[in-house]
């Protein structure tokens, strides 16, 4: 009989170490599933943030400058503003040339052929600034030659008694043609030079005139008054 009353007292001494180990059994379940949960939200903010990160580094990138070949081919095709000068006379190829802004007359009868063997250059000034819609004519040697320095004077209203056929404060463009070396751009300058600056008071005032040298004075003298 003693034998079947311990046989009771064992089993209720074990009923609580089971009861212990179910109970931490659940509590590491719960633990598990906690953490399990914890675990899949983490890694689904973090594949959902990776979008939004990697948008932001692609919006900081710098814009690629241009490359110096791009402006170059940009400034390439800009056109430069071009002068057109008519050249005659004593040149190989008479007629419309284009030149650059800063062109002289030399160049504007090099852009015409060259000057030909007859051609009197010293008759021009071959530094002067060639102008947009200029007339540049290049005489010949005998007409040069033909057309006295300083002819003889016959009276006349000029200073020092000049023999002088057109008068620089009064002449329109058409009478200023008819004088050597001047052609219609030139006597449109000095038509503009007088009406800017006041009346021509001697013939070296012409000089401030472009396209008219030292040379083309000296055949003008004697053929102007003013």
């Known amino acids: 009989m003693a034998k079947h009353l311990a046989e009771p007292i064992e089993s209720s001494r074990q009923a609580p170490i089971w009861r212990t180990k179910i109970a ?49 081919s940009v400034f390439e095709e800009t056109p430069n503003e071009l002068l057109v000068v008519h050249v005659a006379g004593e040149v190989q190829q008479p007629g419309i040339v284009e030149l650059e802004p800063t062109a002289r007359v030399i160049d504007a009868i090099e852009s015409a052929g060259g000057p030909t063997d007859e051609a009197q250059l010293d008759a021009l000034n071959l530094a002067a600034i060639v102008n947009d819609g200029e007339y540049i004519l290049v005489p010949d040697r005998q007409s040069t030659a033909a057309t006295p320095a300083n002819p003889p004077a016959a009276g006349g209203t000029g200073p020092a008694g000049n023999n002088a056929t057109v008068n ?59």
Do not use: C
């Open 24 to 72: 931490l059994s659940a509590v590491l379940m719960v633990i598990v599933i906690i953490l399990t949960v914890l675990g899949f939200r983490w890694l689904t903010t973090d594949h959902e943030a990776t979008p939004d990160s990697a948008l932001t580094v692609n919006n900081t990138e710098p814009e690629p400058f241009d490359s110096p070949s791009d402006d170059a």
């Open 168 to 226: 620089l404060n009064t002449a329109d463009s058409t009478e200023l043609e008819t004088l050597p070396g001047v052609g219609p751009a030139t006597a449109e300058k000095i038509i503009a030079h007088r009406e800017q600056h006041g009346a021509f008071a001697q013939l070296s005032d012409l000089e401030a005139v472009s396209g008219i040298g030292p040379a083309t004075l000296e055949r003008l003298d004697g053929l102007v008054t003013w």
